[in-house]
């Protein structure tokens, strides 16, 4: 959407969100058990945020965006699980209900306190451990394949199609002062299906629904379900994406632009703050870089700054948001079986959201006036 170096981009996120992989962590625990309950446990805690934040700056800057999450979550496990080999906490949870709550649900739920040791976990057999892992693996594997460079360009060579859009393709014009120049914008659908990500992710769960002892049948009707199960959601990200492009070839991003850069030097922040809304509002991160991100770009060179900043702040900020959305609520309470507390959530999370994203459009403002040597991007 932005016409930006896409491992540019990918180094500019990997500048701003490192800093709040580090965060995250202790304000996850001090929000569930508070601020004595996080200093119990912060050696682990430090241990998961920095074994996740260093894999992250280095993937997204030496290598490119493809694998950072995937490859940066499997280190911070394998490092926080060595770490417990050697530390444990005093005391150990056993509720999930936060501090605060125990004297009111207790009664009702028979909860145990969170301060009372914890008697010796089960073990369970090393086969039934290493079943349960195997799907996961195989996903990792998949996940970490597709998105190698070469892998991609290989399979594109196989498969990719390149459709100019008629009635579309460079018959729009985008003028000064957007562009230096009347530049026609070009309407070309990209169809890069085998070595899309998903097409990994549906090659892992084929293998791993046959390991688990699936019939071919068996997963076709699984799959079914599955897709009748989320056909809304996947009906509401097409229609985003397709928002995301008519605000771009009407025009509107560009007078979005235009207007947003009238708030001069906070706009770090605001560009930021857009991010995170788009996000909560749309339930996609993607969706959400679609919807502002020419927009974030246009804005940023009306100004001076440094447009693969604000492309990669709206990305980074739209992360924060991704715990306020409508999708997100649902499937937290789903997971939980906490059915028609979805308000309760939100309320919840809600100011939690709002705070890491001004911070995050802080930090922004930083790379954009006081370290902006940080907002440069050498390859």
């Known amino acids: 959407m932005t016409g930006l170096d896409l491992y540019e981009l990918s180094a500019m996120v990997g500048r701003q969100l490192p800093f709040f ?5 202790f304000w996850l625990i001090w929000a569930f058990a508070g601020w004595r309950g996080m200093l119990e446990i912060w050696p ?8 996740f934040a260093i894999p992250q700056y280095l993937i997204s800057n030496y290598h490119g965006p493809w694998l950072v999450d995937v490859l940066s979550s499997v280190v911070s496990m394998g490092c926080l699980i060595a770490f417990l080999n050697y530390w444990r906490p005093q ?11 125990q004297a009111a649900l207790a009664a009702n739920d028979g909860a145990q306190d969170p301060g009372a040791t914890a008697a010796a976990p089960t073990v369970p057999p090393r086969a039934e451990v290493v079943k349960a892992w195997i799907p996961w693996l195989i996903l990792s594997v998949a996940v970490i394949l597709w998105g190698t460079p070469q892998f991609k360009t290989l399979l594109d060579g ?6 100019p859009v008629t009635g579309l393709h460079n018959l729009i014009e985008r003028m000064p002062p957007v562009v230096l120049k009347p530049t026609a914008e070009a309407a070309i659908y990209l169809f890069n299906w085998l070595s899309a990500t998903g097409s990994g992710i549906l090659v892992a769960a084929v293998v791993a629904g046959l390991v688990m002892g699936f019939s071919p049948l068996g997963l076709v009707r699984s799959y079914w ?28 991003d560009a007078t979005l632009g235009l207007a947003f850069a009238n708030t001069g ?10 991010g995170w809304l788009g996000v909560a509002l749309t339930g996609s991160d993607t969706s ?16 001076g700054l440094s447009p693969t900043l604000m492309s990669a702040a709206n990305s980074s900020g739209g992360v924060m948001g991704k715990m306020i959305d409508a ?8 997971a939980t079986r906490w059915y028609g507390h979805e308000g309760d959530i939100l309320r919840y999370v809600f100011l939690h959201s709002l705070a890491l994203a001004v911070l995050v459009g802080l930090l922004v403002s930083l790379q954009a006036y006081v370290w902006p040597f940080t907002a440069l991007v050498v390859r």
């Not at 992989?21 to 962590?25: F, K, Q, R, T």
């Not at 770090?268 to 703050?273: E, V, W």
């Not at 959400?288 to 100004?303: M, Y």
């Open 225 to 252: 379900n599955t897709i009748k199960l989320v056909r809304y959601s996947l009906l509401t990200i097409a229609c985003m994406l397709a928002i995301g492009f008519i605000t771009r070839y009407s025009g509107i």
């Open 91 to 101: 005391k150990v949870w056993t509720t999930t209900i936060p501090r605060g709550r």
């Open 158 to 163: 196989i498969s990719v199609v390149r459709i």
């Open 44 to 51: 682990a805690t430090l241990v998961a945020g920095v074994s």
């Open 327 to 334: 999708q997100s609520i649902v499937v937290a309470s789903t």
């Open 21 to 25: 992989s580090l965060i995250v962590p």
């Open 265 to 274: 030097w906070l706009y770090p922040l605001f560009g930021t703050m857009l």
């Open 288 to 303: 959400s870089n679609v919807l502002f991100g020419s927009l974030q770009r246009i804005t940023a060179e009306q100004l």
